[in-house]
């Protein structure tokens, strides 16, 4: 088997708990493990609600905060260990677009100055011409003309052209990932097709995968390859996207698409009626043991002895709840009916 | 409550004491340096007693502004220019500032967006909850407000002991429930909620939603929902009004809305819901939205019409009945 292109080593983070410091900490990511090959290109979709340690994860993987333990290997070399040369790389193939696209802007400069800043740091263009003629194809990718917003302020453009923009200069750099954190949930319903649909050209016709960060399941299925959905820092589930949202395992998952509210008046909400605990409690009451205990339905005494492990549920898919501890011996064949 | 909407229904006449709220061509315009941006652009519509109207449109489209009017919470640069809100038989246009402090709160409330940053982080639950009572009916006696707002708490399904708590011990959802309990401390007649889910995750947001619904069936209240989830919508709302561009171009029961879509933006935005049944091709949209300071002559949406027709750039379509309480300004449907 070839190197993966980025590789997730048992990835955690641990907030607080420092010296002097009596306060609990927080575990934002526990143990995550992802391999993405080079070829094919994949969506790969982290998903989870707010505090389950997706914006953690782009966090690490794009070098602003350092892991507790775990590693984080591009093309195999730790992004610790890295030499000038191979961080440079890393740098440039591991591109990201953010959440808000009007923050993202220094309200100062032209908007081109977003790609001038990326092709003078990185050297990309001998010229002025080949800097503009490689912005403007960074540009047409996305589906803007370089005549129409290069030289307007960011306050002059609207969000979803702001946001296509972010996409542009990432793909200018000729990345291999880009870390997208919550894309478009800032951009309107009609705009989002269109940027979602970018990501899609990018990963089929220029190979560039994405770790697609959101709380937003449904966009995730339209169009994304691979899910891990999180849980206060855990893996819940992940596998497939379409099996993981259509036949979905783990209590979690259950409740969290049951939620969806569904674009039809005469479908209600679905499923039992919700066990709401406090967050403080949630956050306290599980040091060792299932995160999801205090609302889980199913619960058994042994939830609360150790943290389930992730166990196989069908063809890659897996689910991190005892509900599937004995199952998975089963062959995938009985598991799929039964689902 | 809802009884009394389908009876309505049936007859095809609401008579004038089912009506709560009228707003009758309201105009809000923000002044800049180079012209008016008409956000809300003669903008008529009712809300019934006991219903759920849902407005909706993308950001910028005037929502918000519609509401901010509703309460006469318009800043400047911006203005009303014209235009009746007539609630309870009161044009609240007319009032003057001291009848706005009796009124806001006690005739109508607000659940801002964000909610659960609009709360005083240094005073207790409790003690935010008491301001809005005694500020308005006067100091009460101890125990019975005590008990008048544990029962809100209960009302909204927050446990008790939230009744001693800080803004910063609650969660995001706790917050946000807090603001509706103080949103019905008066018993107002109608409710608006400014985008009251979007800062949640999904199961919080149904925890949310399902306590407006309640408060909606028990009390009574009528409610004006704003946001952009059509989802949620469907979920939520008995009425949809959509707005596109500072102009209401439809507005319909919510069914109708969701089977018979009839404006064309409309239609465009039930399609761009992303579904999670079926995996289907992304449906693109082109165009922008006209510059708000100049419309353009005509419909308010002919940039991005897919069947704009040659009257549409000259004259703006009005508001026009196609089936009981079902109204479209579109000129598709004009004379059928």
């Known amino acids: 088997m070839t190197t993966p292109l980025l590789e997730l080593q048992h990835l955690t983070k641990v907030y607080g708990g420092g010296f002097l410091k009596r306060a609990p900490v927080t575990v934002a990511l526990q143990d995550f493990n992802l391999a993405l090959h080079e070829k094919p290109a994949k969506i790969v979709t982290i998903a989870g609600e707010s505090g389950s340690g997706k914006t953690t994860l782009a966090n690490l993987v794009l070098g602003f905060i350092e892991p507790t333990a775990g590693r984080i290997l591009y093309r195999g070399t730790d992004i610790r260990q890295m030499d000038r040369h191979q961080r440079r790389q890393y740098r440039r193939e591991v591109q990201a677009v953010f959440q808000d696209p009007y923050e993202v802007y220094n309200p100062f400069y032209r908007v081109k100055h977003i790609f001038d800043m990326a092709i003078r740091n990185f050297n990309l263009a001998r010229s002025k011409d080949e800097a503009r003629a490689m912005v403007e194809e960074a540009l047409n990718v996305v589906g803007l003309r370089g005549e129409e917003v290069l030289d307007k302020y960011p306050h002059q453009l609207s969000g979803g052209q702001r946001q296509r923009m972010m996409v542009a200069r990432a793909f200018l750099l000729k990345p291999r990932i880009i870390v997208a954190d919550e894309p478009v949930s800032m951009v309107d319903a009609s705009l989002r097709a269109m940027i979602l649909d970018i990501m899609i050209r990018l990963r089929d016709e220029h190979n560039i995968s994405f770790l697609y960060i959101t709380h937003d399941l449904s966009t995730a299925y339209q169009i994304g390859d691979e899910i891990h959905i999180l849980y206060q820092g855990t893996v819940a589930e992940r596998g497939d996207t379409i099996t993981v949202i259509e036949q979905p395992k783990h209590p979690y998952v259950q409740l969290l698409i049951n939620s969806i509210p569904v674009p039809d008046p005469d479908v209600r909400w679905g499923g039992e009626h919700i066990l709401t605990v406090d967050d403080e409690e949630l956050r306290s009451s599980v040091q060792s043991g299932c995160r999801f205990y205090p609302r889980c339905p199913y619960r058994e005494d042994r939830c609360l002895q150790a943290r389930p492990p992730l166990y196989r549920v069908g063809d890659n898919h897996e689910a991190a709840c005892y509900l599937y501890a004995e199952q998975s011996v089963q062959t995938n064949k009985t598991l799929v009916t039964k689902a | ?336």
């Open chain 2, 1 to 336: 409550m809802t009884n009394t909407v389908f009876s309505i229904s049936s007859q095809n006449t609401v008579s004038p004491n089912d009506i709560v709220l009228r707003v009758e061509h309201l105009k809000v315009y923000y002044a800049t340096p180079l012209g008016d941006v008409r956000a809300v652009d003669d903008v008529s519509f009712d809300v019934y007693q006991g219903e759920i109207l849902g407005l909706v449109g993308e950001s910028g489209c005037g929502k918000t502004t519609t509401a901010m009017a509703i309460l006469r919470l318009v800043q400047p640069p911006g203005r009303i220019v014209d235009g009746h809100i007539w609630l309870d038989g009161t044009d609240v246009v007319s009032l003057s500032e001291r009848e706005l402090r009796r009124f806001r709160w006690e005739k109508i409330s607000l659940i801002p967006q964000g909610a659960m940053n609009s709360l005083n982080p240094v005073l207790r639950v409790s003690e935010q909850i008491r301001d809005v009572i005694e500020d308005h009916e006067g100091r009460q006696p101890r125990k019975a407000l005590k008990e008048r707002i544990l029962e809100l708490l209960h009302m909204v399904g927050l446990p008790s002991r939230v009744y001693d708590m800080y803004p910063h011990e609650l969660s995001g959802g706790m917050k946000q429930r807090v603001c509706i309990a103080m949103a019905i401390a008066l018993n107002p007649t109608l409710i608006i909620a400014d985008e009251p889910t979007s800062a949640l995750d999904v199961v919080v947001q149904r925890v949310v939603g399902e306590t407006l619904l309640r408060v909606k069936e028990q009390l009574g209240i009528s409610m004006i929902l704003i946001g952009h989830d059509m989802g949620l919508m469907a979920q939520l709302a008995d009425r949809v009004a959509v707005m596109y561009a500072g102009h209401l171009v439809e507005i319909a029961p919510v069914r109708q809305l969701f089977k018979t879509p009839q404006h064309p933006y409309t239609q465009l935005l039930i399609e761009a819901i992303p579904s999670i049944k079926e995996r289907k091709p992304l449906k693109l949209t082109e165009g922008l939205t006209h510059d708000l300071r100049n419309p353009p002559q005509g419909c308010i949406f002919q940039s991005r019409c897919p069947h704009v027709m040659e009257r549409c750039r000259i004259h703006p379509p009005s508001l026009q009945e196609v089936s009981p309480k079902h109204r479209v300004a579109c000129y598709l449907y004009e004379e059928c």
